[in-house]
């Protein structure tokens, strides 16, 4: 996997100081870090990075003995790639990883960064010379591991929405989910170019799914509204204020977390050094070797601790992170997309973002529910507007409503036994049953492109027909502190 380890004893006949030590191994060295730097690039997308690979014709070359040492030990953890040479026999010519899980592994390997683990214990930081940098292995590892290499739950670690097909999955893709707990949200990419938010039932496969109880959006007009808004809060001057707040907490927590590690580092520093003053004293073998192992525990035990101080000591708090995406949206004002590169906007979202819920309220109406990470910001809900009607395959239910109803009954009655469809999707529909209308008659108060839940949430929020059918609508935003809190002002935020 680009180490190898020293296996010699003794070396011109004197004692190896190299022995069992780990290396990197120079040949793969490059192509590991080209493994991480293109998973950054990738945005943290490890299927588009193994189909990356795929293409290649092999990812890491042939080991030469010449390049390892005598007697070193290198373990190939990869896939051979073979071809005929000309008399027909099978030659190796390179080594690549062809599954999703061996990728996975790889990107988290803690050897790779240098680390030291052994039984869940996190043994030594800087065991020996890292093959990637630890910037690009700290991405990875927090993108794919649940887990700290001490099997604690990693804080870092944000779950990912399961994306069924597709690469191009929207900037809200990590952290946009349902907010029905019958239905799950699914990024689901058509080509390069387009990418939709899909409510599909729990129960149901994007595959399988009665496109009558889809629900879809382009993710683009979704991620469109949000960071437009998103960025109009990082460029208020009066946002300092709850970076520093949240700043000073997670400071509090490290310094916290550095006091008890001080406290052990110094109880395991005293009681090596109660065993020393006592060992002079002691004859009895059995008692000698019982201290011996203490002593050894105690030293295993400071050596972890020095690295989890060193690494309390160098982590970036949240609150720094976001500092630095605040300052450099307000340098760079509306040029801001020349300046953060595309992969890097997710990321810039995940720092300020814990979750951001889609509700449907109607076949043009929709909520989004964003849970801020700093409690400052709270709860904001923004009622939307979709740019484009919905289609929406027609249900054997409402065909009986449409044969029943539709020859005599008047047409406010009909559109709200049918409260999802348009006047003029119901004549287009009755026609193709088909069904006879009767009853003449032209109400002025029922409008024929708007269905009736669409009328009443337009009327309720006090929009105009043309803000409505002509998308010239904005967003309304209310910052809210209590989950649920549905009351929206009638004029935009």
């Known amino acids: 996997m680009g180490l190898y380890v020293d296996n010699r004893e003794k070396v011109n006949g004197r004692k190896n100081e190299n022995y069992l030590k780990v290396f990197p191994f120079e040949p793969w060295r490059e192509r590991a870090n080209w493994i991480y730097q293109r998973f950054r690039m990738n945005g943290g997308n490890v299927n588009?990075?193994?189909?990356?690979?795929?293409?290649?014709?092999?990812?890491?070359?042939?080991?030469?003995?010449?390049?390892?040492?005598?007697?070193?030990?290198?373990?190939?953890?990869?896939?051979?790639?073979?071809?005929?040479?000309?008399?027909?026999?099978?030659?190796?010519?390179?080594?690549?990883?062809?599954?999703?899980?061996?990728?996975?592994q790889f990107l988290t390997q803690p050897l790779l960064a240098g680390y030291w683990v052994y039984k869940n214990m996190l043994i030594r930081a800087e065991n020996h010379e890292a093959v990637v940098d630890h910037v690009s292995f700290l991405y990875a590892f927090n993108k794919l591991s649940p887990v700290l290499p001490t099997g604690e739950p990693n804080p870092a670690y944000v779950k990912r929405v399961r994306v069924p097909r597709g690469s191009n999955v929207g900037n809200l893709a990590s952290v946009i989910k349902s907010e029905y707990r019958e239905y799950t949200l699914y990024p689901h990419s058509e080509g390069k170019a387009r990418c939709n938010y899909e409510l599909l039932p729990k129960n149901d496969t994007v595959n399988t799914i009665d496109i009558a109880r889809r629900w879809t959006i382009p993710s683009s007009e979704i991620d469109e509204i949000f960071l437009s808004h998103f960025i109009a809060k990082l460029q208020?001057?009066?946002?300092?204020?709850?970076?520093?707040?949240?700043?000073?907490?997670?400071?509090?927590?490290?310094?916290?977390?550095?006091?008890?590690?001080?406290?052990?580092?110094?109880?395991a520093e005293d009681a090596m050094k109660d065993i020393e003053e006592k060992i002079e004293k002691i004859?009895?073998?059995?008692?000698?070797?019982?201290?011996?192992q203490r002593y050894t525990a105690h030293e295993n035990d400071i050596i972890r601790?020095?690295?989890?101080?060193?690494?309390?000591?160098?982590?970036?708090?949240?609150?720094?992170?976001?500092?630095?995406?605040?300052?450099?949206?307000?340098?760079?004002?509306?040029?801001?997309?020349?300046?953060?590169?595309p992969e890097e906007v997710p990321v810039m979202i995940e720092n300020f973002v814990d979750k951001i819920e889609l509700a449907v309220l109607s076949p043009r109406f929709y909520k989004l529910t964003v849970y801020w990470s700093d409690?400052?910001?709270?709860?904001?809900?923004?009622?939307?507007?979709?740019?484009?009607?919905?289609?929406?395959?027609?249900?054997?239910?409402?065909?009986?409503i449409l044969r029943q109803h539709y020859p005599?009954?008047?047409?406010?009655?009909?559109?709200?036994?049918?409260?999802?469809?348009?006047?003029?999707t119901i004549i287009y529909r009755a026609v193709q049953l088909p069904v006879q209308r009767t009853l003449r008659e032209y109400p002025d108060n029922c409008p024929r492109r708007i269905c009736w839940n669409d009328l009443q949430l337009l009327q309720k929020y006090g929009l105009s027909e043309e803000e409505f059918l002509h998308g010239t609508y904005r967003p309304l935003f209310c910052a809210s502190f209590r989950p649920g809190d549905n009351q929206f002002p009638c004029n935009p935020f």
């Open 48 to 104: 588009a990075l193994l189909r990356e690979i795929s293409k290649l014709p092999y990812l890491f070359p042939v080991i030469d003995t010449k390049d390892l040492p005598e007697g070193a030990f290198f373990k190939i953890a990869t896939m051979p790639v073979k071809e005929l040479d000309e008399d027909g026999n099978e030659r190796i010519i390179g080594y690549t990883i062809t599954t999703h899980k061996g990728l996975r």
């Open 236 to 267: 208020d001057a009066n946002f300092g204020d709850f970076l520093e707040q949240g700043d000073n907490e997670e400071v509090s927590f490290r310094e916290s977390l550095l006091k008890d590690l001080k406290v052990q580092l110094k109880a």
């Open 283 to 292: 004859k009895n073998p059995k008692l000698v070797e019982q201290m011996d």
């Open 305 to 341: 601790i020095q690295a989890e101080i060193k690494n309390a000591e160098q982590l970036t708090t949240k609150a720094q992170q976001r500092r630095t995406y605040k300052q450099l949206i307000q340098d760079v004002g509306d040029y801001w997309e020349e300046v953060v590169k």
């Open 375 to 400: 409690p400052v910001w709270g709860i904001e809900e923004a009622i939307c507007v979709r740019k484009h009607h919905t289609s929406r395959k027609w249900k054997a239910e409402e065909d009986e």
């Open 408 to 424: 005599i009954t008047p047409r406010e009655e009909l559109l709200k036994r049918l409260p999802d469809r348009t006047w003029i």
